[in-house]
């Protein structure tokens, strides 16, 4: 018979509130907020800057074809693709403070009720909790910047960045609080200590 691992701790409140912020932020802010320009709607943009951009034509998407990729416009392609990210980025968020993010649930199979390796989810956590961090850190610079120097060329206006920044630096905070909480939950436990013996 296989004999199951323990049942994970639940995670602290604290924890519990990070990781629903974790994946709220991109799957019912971040995703939302973009699901109008992938289809070509300048929301909260300038039409025409908008419009060369979406069409591969605009600063920001390099030397893409107008044709774009797969038979979508380069901007439709981008976003899209950032769209996918952010949902598999909110699943990743919400397995840190659930059951079958330390224990693979019933319908997986081969691996059923197995641990999960902690580097398995981890490993994305921390690198995208450094790519939004990093991202983030930059941000003051370029507001500083655009105040300075506005652009020509923005694409979006200052109500869409207001709308999109807090989704943001609340996703950038909140993923690796969760995180840590997940790696504390799921270490290996130290050496147990003797009964009878004392600290020195």
Known sequence: MTRHPPAPAPPPTWARRAGHVAWIAPVLGFIPLHVPWILGIPMFADPDRFREWYHGRGPGVGEHPVDGFLGLPAGAFYLG???????????????????????????????????????????????????MIGYSATLPWQFAADLSEPGREDIFTPTGVLIGLPLLLAWTFALPVAGWSYYRRTRPAGPVAPRGSRAN
């Open 81 to 131: 693709l950032l769209c996918v990210l952010a949902g598999l980025g909110g699943v990743l968020a919400l397995g840190l403070i659930k059951d079958w993010g330390v224990v693979f649930p019933h319908w997986v199979p081969w691996l059923r009720g197995r641990r999960v390796p902690p580097w398995v989810p981890l490993t994305p956590t921390v690198l995208g909790s450094a790519l």
